[in-house]
């Protein structure tokens, strides 16, 4: 007994000092919040404090203490000091666990993204017994090889699923749902409504990805046929509400890519002409109108007044962050915060809020139905940081659409708003006009120079940590789909940040 409680003892503190860099990154990036850590610091403390005083006075060892034991046992007081020192033995064991679930969940937020990895080990010098099983490492936390006399008790955690894959059966209804809603009756208009909507230029498809995975993370299921052989209607009818949620969504997102293509005088997208080069911007403008009204129509068919009101929200932020754009000021375009603002009003509020309007279908509660627009906002935002990245370091071949094509129509991005902050000079560069192709040079002279391209990126990072912690924080459920689809939905955030189109 005494053997057993030094050598945890011990362990533990290795077990902490191992971990520390590991929680003090998950504060920084936001995967812990401030009650947890100062929870954890407690814990450690009072849990630690109380063992050096118990093995001191108790069982004999000779190591200093803080504090002066107790006064010596008696016989008659055997059993009560027994009582206490079992008492405070299940506690000190409860706070070990707790040590050990939040020290796993910074594991799988706040270090590696390599999700087959080394998570735990009971002391530093036994990481080079670490076996691998098929591609991964066994997990053998240190208090699993106390309790079972057995030897060690491995866990494992899975490869990485892709989640393209595992929607890819239902994306394919989803698209051809999608071609046979934007038929219209004027030839030239169903030519232009359904241009990105054809096999080989509907793009990634990343919106709907995203929603159908956030459906079976809620639990809500695809339908199986039940062992009678009789199909759940309501569970098909519910499955196919949410993917229309799917549907409105990329309607949606599509027209706000013709509307954008006019405005910004584009003459690609997605690698092939823009629809303005090709057909013209007065049936670009009508195509995206068409999508536009395509999508109300099914929305006012889901029946749902709050689902109405998020999707209409999400289509006013994005009139709202073009006009931001268009119309800035100097200062406002110097501004991070309002540069934030804009690209939420932009490319955040539509996935935010249909991820939000997915859990309201489900039924989840408002607590959960907020963590989904959590996910969609914060993944969202760590999109369009990275693409902001890519326009400085992509080329126009992998990106589908020109190289520094925001800088050369003046948008200022969040990489020159970073160069600006180390190099304020840059500032009167960007306020005399980036119409002007000197400007444009000096003005990626400085970028250069900065650690803007670099500072972005961490932010892009610290997002994508914030919507895996909501993923995270969604209420426990052991169905092997529903975990599967938690997995591909912070797999994504991975995807986003180290994407390179």
Not at 37 to 63: A, D
Not at 242 to 262: F, G, Y
Not at 325 to 350: F, V
Not at 390 to 412: A, E, N, P, W
Request: include cysteine; charged fraction near 20%; glycine fraction near 4%.
């Amino acid at each position: 007994m005494r053997t057993y409680i030094y050598t945890n003892y011990v362990t533990l503190h290795q077990y902490i000092s191992l971990y520390t860099p590991s929680i003090k990154e998950g504060y920084a990036r936001g995967c812990i919040s401030t009650h947890s850590l100062t929870r954890f610091i407690i814990s450690v403390v009072e849990s630690t404090t109380y063992v050096r005083r118990l093995i001191f006075t108790y069982f004999s060892f000779n190591f200093p203490v803080t504090s002066p034991p107790p006064p010596p046992l008696t016989p008659s007081s055997i059993s009560i000091y027994l009582f206490f020192i079992s008492f405070h033995l299940l506690i000190l064991l409860f706070d070990i666990m707790s040590v050990y679930r939040l020290i796993y969940r910074v594991s799988r937020t706040a270090t590696s993204y390599n999700r087959c990895r080394w998570l735990h080990c009971s002391t530093p010098h036994q990481q080079s017994s670490s076996q691998q099983v098929l591609g991964c490492r066994v997990i053998s936390p240190w208090f699993f090889r106390s309790f079972h006399s057995g030897g060690p008790q491995p866990q494992y955690e899975e490869d990485p699923v892709d989640p393209f894959s595992l929607v890819a059966d239902e994306l394919s209804i989803v698209a051809n749902r999608l071609r046979s809603m934007v038929v219209a009756e004027v030839p030239k208009l169903a030519s232009a409504a359904e241009y990105f909507f054809k096999m080989g230029v509907e793009g990634k498809r990343f919106r709907p990805t995203v929603l159908l995975l956030m459906a079976t993370a809620l639990n809500a299921q695809i339908s199986k046929p039940a062992s009678e052989g009789v199909v759940d209607v309501f569970s098909t009818e519910l499955r196919t509400r949410l993917q229309s949620i799917a549907e409105i969504t990329e309607m949606i997102h599509v027209a706000s890519l013709l509307h954008d293509d006019v405005l910004d005088d584009a003459d690609t997208r997605r690698g092939i002409g823009s629809l303005n080069f090709v057909m013209g911007n007065k049936i670009s403008v009508l195509a995206g109108d068409f999508l536009l009204s395509r999508a109300c129509i099914t929305l006012a068919s889901l029946k749902n007044t709050e689902v109405v009101s998020l999707i209409a929200t999400a289509v006013e932020h994005l009139v709202t962050g073009e006009t931001m754009q268009m119309s800035s000021s100097a200062e406002q375009r110097s501004s991070m915060d309002y540069y934030l603002q804009k690209t939420y009003y932009k490319t955040a509020s539509l996935i935010s809020n249909s991820c939000k309007s997915i859990a309201l279908l489900t039924g989840q509660t408002a607590e959960v139905a907020m963590l989904a627009y959590e996910y969609g906002k914060n993944l969202g935002l760590a999109f369009q940081l990275i693409d902001d990245v890519l326009d400085f370091t992509g080329t126009s071949s992998s990106l589908g659409k020109g190289s520094l094509s925001d800088i050369r129509h003046g948008i200022v991005t969040a990489p020159i708003l970073y160069a600006m902050e180390e190099f304020p000079e840059l500032r009167s560069v960007v306020d005399r006009g980036l119409d002007n192709p000197a400007n444009v040079d000096l003005a990626l002279e400085y970028l250069g120079k900065s650690h803007g391209i670099q500072r972005t990126r961490e932010l892009a990072a610290k997002h994508a940590s914030l919507a895996s912690a909501a993923i995270d924080s969604f209420p426990e459920n052991d169905d092997e789909d529903v975990q599967r689809s938690r997995r591909a939905l912070i797999e994504l955030t991975h995807r986003v940040i180290n994407r390179t189109k």
